[in-house]
Each structure stands twice: as structure tokens, then as C-alpha cells.
């Protein structure tokens, strides 16, 4: 399996995102230009200049139409993804944290950070069919007391908004009333994604804790825990296989006080039910940032602090392994 290596950034990956047909590679990063590939090549398309800070994160609609990115520069932006025009920019007091658009692309929500004085907030905000009747309106402001946001996405059928904190806590909203329907603390330090199953009936959550967690979305209870020796950036589930997948490394700050032999800069492949590992993929010179599946299940990419962007097709071989448990000392490289 030979990955296809992608180096449009400066600084280092803060999410990855595919499209919902996974022909286009979102990118964003610390630097402020977010980017657009074929997933199939990794040819760039191009990039969406606006920015004047970093890009901590990135959403696209259904139908690729729009793109939605948030910035260390007090901003939200949408785009327009087949020109890279801004059709709108939403002006904060802190930086925006997180960004989703809802089932349906009418409406998506942009979470603030907490500092300067101020809370971390989510915004929802209704999102027109045409970008020139488009408002700095909110539909509802959610203030979020006690520890900062880290992540936030729509659940399912755009019934909840379910948010992941500095402090371990997840966290379920109501996005009609913005009342918090229940809490729950499933990680010990910060987590630092979540992302949810096709059907959204579960996630995966993953956190500094050195763990990540498939947990069931109406209950906020953890089905499955996926323990490593190192704190655990990024966690996506296969749509093919009963499999799930974490990046992360130690801080890129300590990195050069340990051999490179220690950091574990790979990516990991857990089997979902038995929580046992069944492989790993290296390659990153720095801890893995950000991970995301293609919808179809055949490929899979990891974004790091290295600034490149991994696309990897796997083998027909990965479709066709069986897990062994009498074999299984032998970790297969994929």
C-alpha cells in the first residue's frame, strides 16, 4: 500500500474532511489557506484565501456546495467550493472553534472559544439557498458554562448537538431550546475529536487521556475503550469493516527530547468489537493531527504535524484478513 503524499500546508493539519461522494480532500491547518484535493490522485484544486489566522476547523455540505471554516482570526467563513469565493464571513469575539453544518444544509452552528473574558458559545445560524440573502441572523446562542468547547457536531436527525470539552466531558444539547439534555464524563483530559457512525447511532471520541471511545449516542455510554500509550489526536470509524482507526504522538514540543523509535507516529487499526490491535501504518515525521474515512470504506487519510496529508488506498488484501486470534502476535503492516 503506497500512500500518496500531500504537501500544500506550511504548518501543521488540523482536520481533514471528505465530501460526502469522497471525491474532493478538504484540508486545514495552522497556516490560513485551507485546501481542496481529488482524493483519488491528490491533485490540488486549489485554496480558499481569507484567513489571517489559523483554520482549526472545516465542514462542507451534502452537495459540496458550500464550505464552512473556522479561524484563530475571530472569523467564520462559508465558501463557495467549486469557485473558492467567500460568500459570507461571520465576525466573533474569540476565536472559532469548531464548525457543522445540520442534515439538510439549512442551518449549521460555529462554536466560539473561551477566553478573553468570554464563554465558550455555541452559534446556530440558518444557512440560505442564496448566498446573497444570507444574514449574520442566529437562530439560537447555546452559552456553554464550566469548561472550554473543544469539538461540537450535529447529531442525529439535527435533534442534538453533541460537544466534547477541555475537561474530558461530553456533553448532548438541544438545539431548540439550547438546554443541555445530559453529560456525561467519559475521558479524563481534553478530547480532541469526535466523529459519528453513517447512521450516527454511535461515535468514536478520542482524547489526551491516551484512550478513545465508541460510545452510543443516545445514552453517552461507552460500548468500546481503545487504550495506547500516548495521547490519541484523531479516531474515525471504517464504513466497510468492523474496524476503527487512531492517530495521534506526543506533543510536538517534546518530540525532540525522545528517540524516534518512542514517538509512535502511526496510525492504528483497532478492531472495533474485540478491541484488539490488528495493524498499524507509518509514515508521519510528527504526531498525526487529524484522521478521516473515505465514505466508501476503500481508503483512508491522516493529516500531521508534519504538514503532510497521507492518502492511503488499502489492498484488497485488508478487505480479505480475517482476524486470528491464534496468529495474532504477529501484527500484519498494511
Given at each position: 500500500?503506497r500512500p500518496?503524499?500531500l504537501h500544500?500546508?506550511?504548518r501543521?493539519?488540523?482536520r481533514?474532511r471528505?465530501?460526502s ?10 497556516d ?11 491533485e490540488r ?17 451534502h452537495?459540496?456546495r458550500y464550505?464552512m471554516?473556522?479561524s ?13 469565493k467567500c ?10 472553534r469548531?464548525v457543522?453544518?445540520?442534515?439538510g ?5 460555529f ?17 440560505e ?5 444570507q444574514t449574520?441572523?442566529v ?10 468547547v473543544?469539538?461540537a457536531?450535529?447529531?442525529?436527525l439535527?435533534?442534538t448537538i453533541?460537544?466534547?470539552?477541555e475537561?474530558?466531558?461530553i456533553t448532548?444539547?438541544?438545539?431548540d431550546?439550547g ?9 479524563e483530559k481534553?478530547?480532541?475529536d469526535?466523529q459519528?457512525?453513517?447512521d ?15 460510545t ?8 468500546k475503550s481503545?487504550?495506547t ?5 484523531s ?15 506526543q506533543?510536538?514540543?517534546d518530540?525532540?527530547?525522545?528517540s ?12 472495533a468489537?474485540f478491541?484488539?490491535e490488528?495493524g ?7 504526531p ?7 465514505p ?7 493529516g500531521?504535524?508534519d ?8 489492498d484488497?488484501d485488508y478487505f480479505e484478513f480475517?482476524y486470528?486470534e491464534?496468529?495474532f502476535d504477529?501484527?500484519p503492516?498494511?
Amino acid at each position: 500500500m503506497r500512500p500518496i503524499l500531500l504537501h500544500g500546508h506550511l504548518r501543521s493539519l488540523t482536520r481533514i474532511r471528505y465530501n460526502s461522494d469522497g471525491d474532493l480532500l478538504f484540508s486545514a491547518s495552522k497556516d490560513n489557506k485551507p485546501c481542496v484535493w481529488y482524493s483519488a490522485n491528490g491533485e490540488r484544486l486549489g485554496t480558499f484565501n481569507g484567513h489571517n489566522g489559523a483554520v482549526w476547523d472545516l465542514d462542507v455540505t451534502h452537495n459540496s456546495r458550500y464550505l464552512m471554516t473556522g479561524s484563530a482570526d475571530n472569523t467564520c467563513k462559508m465558501w463557495e467550493v467549486e469557485t473558492g469565493k467567500c460568500v459570507y464571513t461571520w465576525e466573533t469575539r474569540t476565536a472559532v472553534r469548531a464548525v457543522s453544518f445540520a442534515l439538510g444544509d439549512e442551518k449549521a452552528l460555529f462554536v466560539t472559544d473561551a477566553t478573553m473574558g468570554q464563554q465558550s458559545t455555541i452559534h446556530i445560524v440558518p444557512i440560505e439557498a442564496d448566498p446573497e440573502d444570507q444574514t449574520s441572523d442566529v437562530l439560537r446562542t447555546i452559552v456553554v458554562t464550566g469548561a472550554k468547547v473543544t469539538v461540537a457536531v450535529w447529531g442525529n436527525l439535527n435533534r442534538t448537538i453533541v460537544t466534547g470539552h477541555e475537561d474530558g466531558t461530553i456533553t448532548e444539547w438541544n438545539p431548540d431550546t439550547g438546554a443541555k439534555v445530559k453529560s456525561s464524563k467519559n475521558h479524563e483530559k481534553a478530547i480532541t475529536d469526535i466523529q459519528f457512525s453513517a447512521d450516527k447511532s454511535h461515535f468514536m471520541s478520542s482524547s489526551k487521556d491516551h484512550t478513545a471511545h465508541l460510545t452510543d449516542s443516545k445514552t453517552l455510554k461507552v460500548m468500546k475503550s481503545f487504550v495506547t500509550e500516548r495521547p490519541v489526536n484523531s479516531a474515525c470509524l471504517s464504513p466497510l469493516r468492523p474496524h476503527v482507526v487512531l492517530g495521534g504522538g506526543q506533543d510536538a514540543m517534546d518530540v525532540t527530547t525522545t528517540s524516534l523509535k518512542g514517538n509512535k507516529f502511526e496510525s492504528r487499526f483497532y478492531h472495533a468489537v474485540f478491541e484488539d490491535e490488528i495493524g498499524r501504518v507509518k509514515g508521519h515525521f510528527g504526531p498525526i493531527n487529524t484522521l478521516a474515512f473515505h465514505p466508501s470504506g476503500r481508503s483512508f487519510s491522516s493529516g500531521g504535524e508534519d504538514g503532510f496529508i497521507r492518502v492511503h488506498h488499502l489492498d484488497e488484501d485488508y478487505f480479505e484478513f480475517k482476524y486470528d486470534e491464534e496468529n495474532f502476535d504477529d501484527l500484519p503492516q498494511l
